[in-house]
């Protein structure tokens, strides 16, 4: 099989990904804009060719480009960068080459937030109340029907960019003053703990992988606040109807041989699962190595196994472990180091890394990994790891 990755490089943890489709028996082919010296050797031993482009961003480079791994190697069977940002430009050069997978008219109702809702609402699942909103008009209007607070968010958006907890008048001006000039969608704010639903499935769309992640807080928090965040993946303590809420979401959204990430709350007044998001993509940060650590699995190989065509995860899988992201963020007064982190917590931490500065504000600068079979211990390693002094 051809398949063709774009920027396999980035995040660095991707490179797995190359790593397993050569093991797979694949031919993998790169499209990147980054100097094929730099990249990290097992990396480039796992591709049969890297073409370099002068910018990602100019399509008629990534066309001809392909079109010379079509020239020099065939038909090409998987075009695919596992990242939101270069979502519509996979599915474009999809279309464009005849490729399976998502292609260009298939993007609104993944892409837009505003797609994704109706999606939601079609098939019966909780969605708080919300609507695009383009001026002061629109926005005032839809307070005087909900109240404070609302969110405030690009309806195309990756992480928490320009996103906006409306509470007050002054925000309220602060958000018009500031906000980007592209389509807001503005949702009533939902008081509830946050969690998600995540997974790949096979090409009938069949759920052959899945676990699930608490979050400490939001994402918008944590970046517009500047905290620390945490999360880890759960075992046995699924909030109700969490999963169902998940496979459903599985189903309207046709997710088929595709890794998905689903955002949820669980709202703390009457336990509703409120949907809130779908990404067609993995996990971001370390949450895939999360995943494989708490499952004792390797879900980039069973990924590439399962667009080669091979056995995925034949025994099935256990969620052994819980597992954490711990981020801790350069300009904080913690009050342990890393080697009192090491000592006192080094029987849970299974990885520990920096975090690219573009996801610094929702992930942190560095992160611990932490395993532990029961939620107590983990709690006890991410308290220490993450206390500061007042």
Known sequence: MNIVLI??????NWKYFAIGLKRAGANVLALGDADYDTFDPELSMALTEYVRVSDLHNYEELQRACGYFVWKYGSIDRIESHNEYWLETDAKLRSDFNVYGVREHQLEAI?????????????????ARGRLVNNSEEARAFIAEVGFPVVAKPDVGVGAAKTYKIESEDDMNFFLEDRLQCDYIMEEFIVGDLYSFDGLT?????????????????????VNKDLDIFYHTCR????AGLKEAGERT???FDVRERFFHFEYFVNKKDGRIVCLEVNMRPPGGVTMDMFNYACDVNLYDEWAKLVCGLPVLPNGFEHKYYASHIGRKIDKNYIHSHEEIMHKCGKFIIAQQPISGVFRGALGDYVYIARA??????????????????
């Open 111 to 127: 892409k837009n937030k505003t797609g994704m809702k109706q999606v939601y609402i079609n098939a019966g699942l909780n969605v």
């Open 250 to 252: 599985v189903k309207a």
């Open 236 to 239: 046995y303590d699924l909030p």
């Open 373 to 390: 079979e029961q939620l107590d211990q983990l709690n006890e390693v991410i308290a220490f790891i993450q206390a500061k002094y007042e």
């Open 202 to 222: 096979d090409k009938d769309g069949n759920i052959r992988f899945w676990n699930a992640n608490y979050f400490c807080r939001g994402v918008m928090e944590t």
């Open 7 to 12: 920027s396999p490089y980035f995040p660095p």
